[in-house]
Structures are given as structure tokens and as C-alpha cells.
């Protein structure tokens, strides 16, 4: 028979107890095993009972708000510097193609090679 999960298994007190403690807590791994809750379940019930406004965190919270600005701009900025090493690998796949085939035919090679 499969196990069937409780709707509500912590009060909602305990709940909101839980994350008061998460804001000010250094060490979430500590807090979820000391309460007997999953860290990820801290987490959702943190944004049901704290929506995030504007995608900058909690206004409670400055230090979380501030650390979720750095990882949106980190992410942004790591998605701009993929792009632009996809962009170069793939100009560098097209020069290298052209100098092989140039090689083959016996054509000289638009650029000279360093003599190291």
C-alpha cells in the first residue's frame, strides 16, 4: 500500500515559528535538523508566508535581499559570458575549418602563423 502524505503535517504556528528562526538563522542545515524539517521545506514555507516582492526578497530581510540582487546579477552576468564563448568557439570552429581546407587545396592562409 502506497503512503499516503498528511496535508498540513505542522501547524501553522510551528510553521511560522520556523521561519522566523530561518531569517536569522547562519546555519539552515543545523536549524532544519535541530526542528526535524527539511531544509527545502523550510524554504517553500518561507515564500508562502513571505511572497517575494518585486523578485528582490523579502523587505524584512535586508541581507537576503541583498544576497538575491548579487545572485541575479551573478546569473545574468554568467549567462552574457556563455554566450559570448558559444560566439567565439564557433567563429573559432569556422576559422579553423577554413585554414584546414585552405591547407588542403594548397592555398595560402589568410594570416600568417607566429614564429615562436
Same mark, same amino acid.
Given at each position: 500500500m502506497? +503512503?499516503?502524505?498528511t =496535508?498540513?503535517?505542522?501547524?501553522?504556528a510551528?510553521r511560522?515559528?520556523? =521561519?522566523e528562526?530561518?531569517?536569522?538563522?547562519?546555519?539552515?542545515?543545523a536549524l532544519s535538523?535541530?526542528?526535524? =524539517?527539511?531544509r527545502?521545506l523550510?524554504? $517553500?514555507?518561507? %515564500?508562502q /508566508? @513571505?511572497?517575494?516582492? %518585486?523578485?528582490a526578497?523579502?523587505?524584512?530581510?535586508?541581507?537576503?535581499? @541583498? /544576497?538575491?540582487q548579487?545572485?541575479?546579477? /551573478? $546569473?545574468?552576468l =554568467?549567462? %552574457?559570458k556563455?554566450? @559570448?564563448a %558559444?560566439f567565439?568557439k564557433?567563429?573559432l570552429?569556422?576559422?579553423e575549418?577554413?585554414?584546414?581546407?585552405?591547407d588542403?587545396s594548397?592555398g595560402r592562409?589568410?594570416t600568417?602563423?607566429s614564429e +615562436?
Amino acid at each position: 500500500m502506497a +503512503k499516503k502524505r498528511t =496535508v498540513g503535517r505542522y501547524p501553522k504556528a510551528f510553521r511560522k515559528m520556523a =521561519v522566523e528562526r530561518l531569517k536569522s538563522c547562519e546555519n539552515i542545515v543545523a536549524l532544519s535538523e535541530e526542528l526535524g =524539517v527539511h531544509r527545502r521545506l523550510l524554504y $517553500k514555507w518561507r %515564500d508562502q /508566508l @513571505e511572497p517575494i516582492e %518585486d523578485g528582490a526578497g523579502p523587505p524584512s530581510n535586508s541581507r537576503e535581499r @541583498e /544576497l538575491r540582487q548579487q545572485i541575479g546579477h /551573478l $546569473k545574468r552576468l =554568467v549567462a %552574457d559570458k556563455t554566450l @559570448e564563448a %558559444d560566439f567565439f568557439k564557433g567563429a573559432l570552429q569556422k576559422i579553423e575549418a577554413r585554414r584546414q581546407s585552405r591547407d588542403n587545396s594548397g592555398g595560402r592562409a589568410s594570416t600568417n602563423r607566429s614564429e +615562436k
